[in-house]
């Protein structure tokens, strides 16, 4: 079964930038999407950024809409999340998530990475 794998979490000052990536690893897959969700401490998990392949169109939740980007690579199954002017309420674990068939990318996704987990600090 194929496995998303996310990078690049860490530690970062109020203002800075971090890059996440995942990739799939394991049996390859086809994917209509792939999304980024985050989970902050006590909080239910939430949307944060889509692609659709097909058309190459992306989705922002309003909370990062001009401060992150989502990027991919379809044939490799990866996907990556620049996040730039971080405040500390962007500190939460973030997760990778692949769509296999068409459909929303901000719920309802078949495969989840383990998340990595990215604190801003003040």
């Known amino acids: 079964q194929g496995q998303l794998v996310e990078s690049g979490g860490g530690l970062v000052q109020a203002g800075g930038s971090l890059r996440l990536s995942c990739v799939a690893s394991g049996r390859t897959f086809s994917s209509y999407g792939m999304s980024w969700f985050r989970q902050a401490p006590g909080k239910a998990r939430e949307f944060v950024a889509g692609i659709r392949w097909s058309g190459g169109s992306t989705y922002y939740a309003d909370s990062v809409k001009g401060r992150f980007i989502i990027s991919g690579d379809n044939a490799k199954n990866t996907v990556n999340l620049q996040m730039n002017s971080l405040n500390p309420e962007d500190t939460a674990v973030y997760y990778c998530?692949?769509?296999?068939?068409?459909?929303?990318?901000?719920?309802?996704?078949?495969?989840w990475g383990k998340g990595t987990l990215v604190t801003v600090s003040s």
């Open positions: 998530a692949a769509r296999v068939r068409p459909g929303s990318l901000t719920y309802g996704m078949d495969y």
